[in-house]
């Protein structure tokens, strides 16, 4: 099978698409013909050296296809189901992968689409967990257009909460569509922020990481108010949390999210899509981002 690799650190040009054999699943794990695959941040750190410095490296966490061979033990789905789901192994960028943990695609759901949801959903899921997140709460999401912070915002309405959310100006009819109140981010956003909920919010989740954990941390009345998924020297510099999968993953997010779908309660976007082969470029386009939405190569 393709499957996208690197065997050296440095710029997407190290990318590669090599012939690898496909891999088998294991008791409890299903193989999928691989439809499309999600980019994220943590492919171009993983290429740029800066996580897991072993090489050569294959690369993705989550995909979306067909199920064409099952586990051993494995119940509940069948070879020929559309599946969307985590693969633990890194290696979902390519024509076939194992998921570990899955769940249907909604039937109002493409395959891109489906794969543009697992990671942002449980990490989402998983930090507004950490928080606490429930009905009458007050949550403030920085970063909330990026595809963790809509998933945050959706999931934490869901919830019952009241989501304040920070983005550009030209992402607030999108925000407000959502179900968030939205603000400015930038200089003067607590103030925005109070204007709002002038005792400030119960809550804070970052996901933008970008260097506002005092601000958050005074609004949310305390670190042990604030998450962030995305600024780990921050969070150990103010006492914050850093949401980490060893502290227990959100796996359970996969099959709430599609139900969520269905019902009209959680939308996704999917901001470009790539070949398999156009990966380098995919790559590009998230570090320089300019793209609003999911990055999502498809399987030809």
Same mark, same amino acid.
């Given at each position: ?26 008791? #409890? ?7 499309? =695959? ?14 897991? *410095? ?16 099952? %586990? ?9 189901? *559309?599946?969307?789901?985590? &693969?633990? #192994? ?17 039937? /109002? ?6 794969? =543009? ?7 989402? +899921?998983?930090?507004?967990?950490? @928080?606490?997140?429930?009905? %009458? ?7 909330? &257009?990026?595809?963790?912070? !809509? +998933? =945050? ?14 983005? &550009?100006?030209? !992402? ?11 603000? !400015?981010?930038?200089? #003067? ?5 109070? +204007? ?8 804070? @989740? ?9 601000? $958050?941390?005074? $609004? ?11 600024? $780990? ?14 502290? #227990?993953?959100?796996?359970? /997010? @996969? ?7 269905? /019902?009209? *309660? ?15 470029? +995919?790559?590009? =386009?998230?570090? /320089?981002?300019?793209? *609003? ?8």
């Amino acid at each position: 099978m393709k499957a996208a690799r690197f065997s050296r650190f440095g710029p997407p040009d190290v990318l590669e698409i090599v012939d690898l054999p496909d891999p088998r699943p294991a008791a #409890g794990q299903i193989r999928i013909a691989v439809r499309a =695959a999600g980019v994220n941040t943590g492919d171009w750190l993983k290429r740029q050296g800066l996580m897991d *410095r072993e090489l050569p490296q294959t690369l993705g966490y989550e995909a979306a296809g067909i199920v064409d061979e099952l %586990g051993e033990g494995v119940t509940g789905v069948a070879v020929g189901d *559309r599946v969307f789901g985590l &693969s633990e #192994g890194g290696a979902a960028q390519a024509g076939r992968t194992v998921l570990s943990w899955y769940a249907p695609i909604p039937p /109002s759901l493409d395959f891109a689409s489906a794969a =543009a949801l697992p990671v942002a959903g449980e990490t989402s +899921a998983r930090a507004l967990d950490q @928080l606490g997140v429930e009905a %009458g709460a007050t949550l403030l999401v920085n970063g909330a &257009s990026g595809s963790v912070g !809509t +998933a =945050a915002v959706q999931l934490a309405v869901a919830r019952g909460a009241r989501v304040i959310g920070t983005g &550009s100006a030209a !992402t607030h009819d999108f925000l407000r569509s959502l179900g968030a109140e939205p603000v !400015t981010y930038g200089e #003067g956003m607590p103030e925005r922020v109070r +204007a709002l909920a002038a005792d400030g919010v119960d809550l804070a @989740l970052d996901v933008a990481g970008n260097g506002v954990l005092p601000e $958050l941390v005074e $609004l949310a009345g305390g670190p042990e108010h604030v998450v962030t998924v995305a600024d $780990l020297a921050g969070a150990q510099q103010h006492g914050v949390r850093f949401s980490r999968g060893d502290a #227990g993953r959100a796996y359970y /997010s @996969l099959a709430e999210i599609g139900r969520l779908v269905e /019902s009209g *309660r959680f939308v996704v976007r999917v901001g470009e899509t790539f070949p398999l082969a156009g990966i380098a470029e +995919a790559h590009r =386009a998230g570090e /320089s981002g300019r793209v *609003r939405g999911k990055l999502v190569l498809l399987m030809g």
